[in-house]
């Protein structure tokens, strides 16, 4: 398991050059707008949105996990406590397909836990105006 943070950033060539030095690490995945970076140390999956107009700096954050077990654990586990939200399954989202549940605390800010069972899909879909990122309607598109 490892941690997300997923951030909005006005600039994304400056965010990752920023971001590559003070985690020595170059990014796992980059596309216009977009990059993650799959930190060993600290286990981090760092994501960032190029979103010049958010509000708010921080997108959402997460929980990658690595076995389907684990997800369908958390998921069973987050319906009996009655903070479940939207299941996806086998979604292309961030440029990875992915199974993930969502969940959104008491004041609002989105949690997910997910799992990536294709790290590059042959065909990524068209978004206009699909869930993508943040478990919201309208949200950021990645």
């Known amino acids: 398991m490892r941690l997300q943070l997923a951030l909005n950033v006005r600039d994304i060539d400056e965010a990752v050059d920023y971001y590559s030095k003070l985690f020595d690490c170059q990014p796992h995945k980059r596309r216009p707008g977009y990059a993650n970076f ?40 987050l319906e009996t406590a009655g903070s479940a939200g939207k299941l996806e399954f086998d979604q292309v989202c961030c440029h990875a397909a992915q199974d993930k549940i969502w969940s ?37 598109m990645c």
Request: net charge negative; hydrophobic share 35%; with cysteine.
């Open 38 to 77: 799959a930190i060993t140390q600290p286990p981090l999956k760092l994501v960032l949105f190029e979103n010049r107009d958010a509000s708010e700096r921080l997108n959402h954050l997460g929980v990658e996990v690595f076995d389907a077990d684990v997800l369908a654990n958390v998921a069973q586990r």
């Open 104 to 140: 959104q605390e008491p004041q609002g800010l989105s949690w997910e836990w997910y799992r990536i069972t294709d790290d590059t899909p042959k065909e990524e879909p068209q978004r206009s105006g699909a869930v993508c990122c943040s478990g919201e309607q309208g949200a950021e």
